[in-house]
């Protein structure tokens, strides 16, 4: 009767194959300093055993482990996917094992330290947090590779966006259209992300003489994906929907925040772009099927190059210090904002 699989051991299926646990941990890393005799003998004792190597067994005639870790608020909406896409291309040739932490969208510091603290990576990508000076000592505490995505930190190779241009080429957009009532979609909790969205509102609307009325700015109530969700954007356009005198133009966070303002718009009988413009932001691939404008992140290519900088400072390829790469949106003008009247 072979044991149970969570009691058996690489010394079970050294014994039981009659070879040394080096042997073992050889065949199992395909090694080809095996004789094929040898290699059919331990490989007959694992499956009789039902042997499941964990990853220190795997490892042990390794130099080094290959584990990369991804950290995340989420890996369900559209822009971590997008994100996730890119960081699976970069591997997919790779014999690198890919350990994948949710961070939540709630106590995600909280969340990121527990996960730091019970056991080292060999590479970690941090994407949607603000790093602290705290998270920053964790962070550093792990003797390996970090590569931030969405905020930087100067002791770590970081890819982040401009979040103030890429809003304020949305409104100054919907401006060019000819509109001057603008209103905005934004997140019922705060971050730095949105205020830094908020503020190229601002500055685009003032840069035109025209007044930043924070009565304009609204939020969903449903939490879900703090906020960058279909139904908060629903909610937040029918909230706009009640302004007088009425907007003719709203400039959403997200494109999912701006496919449920569309939804709004049209169960109020009213039509976009004629009645009401919009531009999302991210420019998911929906957005190009169905028409939004919107503000590219080119998620998926972020998502790649930072891997590959992660992969060469694991591999010890890169030893410069560490970069910091600003990347600037660009505005995807489509159906949704452009002027039929």
């Known amino acids: 009767m072979p044991q149970e699989k969570s009691k058996v051991t690489i010394y079970d299926v050294a014994a039981r194959a009659g070879v040394a646990i080096s042997t073992v941990s050889r065949v199992l890393n395909n090694s080809d300093d095996v004789s094929d005799r040898t290699r059919a003998r331990v490989l007959r004792a694992i499956e009789e055993l039902q042997f499941r190597p964990d990853r220190t067994a795997k490892t042990l005639a390794q130099q080094a482990t290959q584990l990369l870790a991804v950290a995340m608020p989420t890996f369900t909406t559209p822009f971590h996917t997008e994100l996730m896409k890119g960081i699976r291309t970069c591997l997919r040739e790779r014999d690198v094992d890919l350990l994948l932490c949710d961070l939540g969208s709630t106590k995600r510091h909280l969340t990121l330290m527990n996960f730091l603290r019970r056991g080292t990576v060999d590479g970690l990508l941090l994407a949607g947090v603000d790093v602290t000076e705290a998270i920053a000592q964790e962070l550093q505490a792990l003797h390996a590779p970090v590569v931030l995505i969405g905020s930087e930190w100067e002791s770590f190779d970081s890819f982040y966006w401009d979040d103030v241009a890429g809003a304020r080429q949305a409104v100054e957009h919907l401006i060019e259209q000819g509109h001057r009532r603008i209103g905005m979609i934004t997140t019922a909790t705060g971050s730095p992300l949105q205020n830094r969205r908020i503020q190229g509102y601002r500055e685009a609307l003032e840069a035109a003489g025209l007044p930043f009325d924070p009565s304009l700015l609204a939020s969903g109530f449903t939490e879900k994906h703090a906020g960058y ?25 997200s494109d999912v925040q701006a496919i449920g303002a569309w939804k709004a718009i049209i169960d109020a009988g009213k039509k976009v772009p004629d009645d009401i413009a919009l531009v999302g932001y991210d420019d998911i691939k929906t957005s190009t099927y169905i028409g939004l404008t919107s503000i590219a992140q080119d998620m998926q290519a972020i998502g790649q190059r930072a891997t590959e900088v992660l992969l060469e400072r694991m591999e010890g390829k890169r030893t410069t210090p560490p970069e910091a790469v600003l990347v600037v949106p660009k505005l995807q003008v489509r159906r949704s904002s452009r002027r039929t009247r």
Request: no cysteine; hydrophobic share 45%; proline share 8%.
């Open 229 to 253: 969700s279909e139904e908060a954007g629903y909610e937040a356009m029918q909230t706009l929907l009640q302004v007088d005198p009425p907007l003719t133009a709203v400039f959403a966070s």
